[in-house]
């Protein structure tokens, strides 16, 4: 019989811290350790063999091939200056690299701003094209519906005189002269 509750919780609770111990070591520590030791295997050979693994870089100046420092954006000039580094491709520098990137990513970022206005705008003159209409529209209808109502108050008006005999006469004194 299997136990249950706490008991249960008790007998598994030396088992969990064990389990680190007895599981195989891996994850970032080791993967960290084997990727520089890749990288320092390259040292000496070429340029296309140390960028085969893209956690490393090369540096022409003392020929060797470094682990990417990947806590910092670009390399420290302790390791290597970023004229002599490549990083990806060995026909570009570090230098050339960020410059090129930024100058295209900075195009990039002009040209989708310059599109949303250039959107924004034309979408901006439709809508008041449209937004003039719906005024003017709205506009004849209340001059519409104003003219009815003035018509149906003067024709109430015209049946109340009548009902009371004080109909507007063109002349009123004209009553007087008889």
Known sequence: MEPR?????VMLGPLLLLLPLLLPQS???VSAQSAAA???ESTNRSCADCLKNVSCFWCYTNNACLDYPVRKILPPSSLCPLSSARWGVCWVNFEALIIAMSVVGGALLLGITICCCCCCRK???HRSDKEEERVAREREERKVRQEERRA?????HEE???KYGLFK???PYARFEN
């Open 5 to 9: 509750g706490p008991t249960r919780a």
């Open 123 to 125: 979408r901006r003159n």
């Open 152 to 156: 149906e108050m003067k024709s109430r």
């Open 160 to 162: 109340i005189r009548k």
């Open 38 to 40: 890749a990288c320092s």
């Open 27 to 29: 994850g970032p520590a």
């Open 169 to 171: 006469e063109q002349n």
